[in-house]
């Protein structure tokens, strides 16, 4: 394959441009697909490369193409995933990677057939606050995690509930399933997994069929917490997410733009206790999860090695999502 590789993306909404953007230096875009032909003309356009095409059949077809990234409305992801794995292609498909687990399960079984990569689009793992926070956590300074506090929020917009996402057969849920499902992941990433599972979502304010709010009780077999809320009647964007060791705490504030400058708290418990010592890291930069999570994605199919937010990732977080809304049905 080289030192480039060859993409398509289908889907180029807002995210389908994060991705062409974050593409690393040497690989190109040669095929834009989406379902509006001026779309994928306009990414075409913003790349300087590539062909723009409405058929996803077509697109993952393409010899031309080594990977597909998968931006898609949710109840579309599976589907050209699966078609992109079977056309033998890598591919990175964006949270939640489908709308249930019994689809994830299908596309991990044609992951290990056709023998490609497959990467989970998970990238908060990746902002600079979180890459800070997981090397200190890996370093034994914090003792042996207790629980994790954490809330994203966003307020919405006019006509929010008239969109996709207010659509349970396109989007598969609402806001559990939409910022919910970063948290969940990021929980899981310093936790583990998940044995026990409580909460409930439901629907506040927004005339919609799908929930507003979530609240999350998630435990681990040693019982340590993950305390979770996600919601769109967050009138100002938030982003908090606590992570307790028994000897320090780190404290990730901000995701930049309108969630504030990204921030990491350090508060490490002195032998006497009292105030901690405390290490503040700001993080004033352009988001770069992106463009670092898709050299991840290079360097796991160069070197063959199995993304860290891969598919078994993806099926532990929906596996919750889809425990909560079995609760909100009955």
């Not at 995690?145 to 954490?150: D, E, P, Y």
């Not at 307020?155 to 970063?182: C, F, M, T």
């Not at 979502?201 to 077999?221: E, G, H, I, Q, S």
Request: aromatic residues 10%; proline residues 3%.
């Amino acid at each position: 394959m080289g030192r480039q590789m060859n993409y398509a993306i289908v889907g180029c909404g807002l995210i389908g441009k994060k991705r062409l953007n974050g593409l690393p230096a040497g690989s190109k875009l040669v095929v834009a697909c989406d379902t509006n032909l001026l779309r994928a003309e306009e990414l075409v356009k913003l790349a300087g490369t590539g062909r723009a095409v409405t058929d996803f059949k077509k697109t993952v077809a393409d010899s031309q193409v080594d990977a597909v990234i998968v931006a898609t409305i949710n109840s579309e992801l599976a589907k050209i995933s699966a078609a992109a794995i079977r056309a033998g292609k890598h591919v990175i498909v964006e949270k939640p990677t489908g709308i249930s687990v019994k689809q994830i399960d299908e596309l991990i079984a044609l992951e290990k057939k056709h023998k490609v990569c497959v990467r989970a689009g998970f990238n908060h793992r990746y902002h600079p606050a979180f890459q800070k926070a997981r090397e200190i956590f890996e370093s034994g300074v914090m003792g042996e995690l207790m629980f994790i506090r954490a809330r994203y929020g966003h307020g919405g917009r006019v006509g929010y509930d008239k969109e996709w996402r207010a659509n349970p057969k396109l989007s598969g849920g609402g806001e559990l399933i939409d910022q919910g499902i970063h948290l969940i992941d990021l929980a899981g990433w310093f936790l583990g997994d998940f044995k026990k599972m409580d909460g409930h979502a439901d629907t506040y304010f927004w005339k919609m069929p799908v929930d507003d709010n979530a609240f999350l009780d998630l435990r681990t077999a040693k019982n340590q917490t993950a305390w979770l809320h996600v919601s769109c009647t967050e009138w100002k964007n938030l982003f908090s997410f606590e992570i307790y060791g028994r000897v320090a705490k780190l404290h990730i504030e901000g995701l930049g733009g309108s969630y504030g400058v990204e921030k990491l708290f350090h508060y490490q418990m002195k032998p006497e206790m009292g105030i901690p010592d405390t290490k503040v890291y700001e993080f004033p930069g352009a988001d770069e999860s992106w463009k670092i999570e898709m050299t991840k994605f290079e360097e796991d199919v160069r070197a063959k090695r199995k993304p860290d937010a891969g598919l078994a990732e993806a099926r532990a977080a929906l596996k919750i999502v889809e425990a909560i809304y079995r609760k909100r049905k009955k």
